[in-house]
């Protein structure tokens, strides 16, 4: 019994662990969300996501690029002009994307009452 909880606990992580390999760091879905937010020029993307460097997005961008979740069209034009698109195979993370949101809202909520509460016994408040 033991060696099938084992079997079916290592069969939930490998798919998990795949997801998180492909879409790792912080930057990535942010990248992605940017992208489909109508921002396709790489300083577009760059002024969307504070914080970020040019290094580390154009490094990004090869990423997913690699893992198919955007496309990079060069227009031969002077200057030349690089658009990024997400693919379809990217559109498939919406409902990962919108689930960490939710979930991401719902976690703020409930950090920002335990400082609340904390700040309030603190003072003599609670």
Not at 8 to 24: F, K
Not at 41 to 64: G, H
Not at 90 to 97: D, R, S, Y
Request: hydrophobic fraction near 40%.
């Amino acid at each position: 019994m033991k060696k099938n909880i084992h079997t079916e606990c290592l069969a939930a992580m490998m798919p998990v662990r795949d997801t998180l390999d492909v879409i790792n760091g912080k930057w990535k879905l942010l990248i992605l969300i940017s992208i489909s937010s109508g921002n396709r020029r790489f300083r577009e993307i760059q002024r969307s996501i504070p914080k970020i460097t040019a290094k580390v997005l154009s490094k990004e961008l090869k990423d997913l690029e690699e893992h198919k979740l955007i496309a990079r069209t060069v227009y031969n034009e002077h200057p030349i002009v690089v658009d990024y698109t997400t693919t379809n195979h990217a559109k498939t993370l919406g409902p990962v994307i919108k689930a960490l949101r939710d979930w991401g809202l719902r976690h703020r909520k409930k950090i920002v009452e335990l400082t609340s509460s904390c700040q309030g016994a603190l003072t003599g408040d609670a």
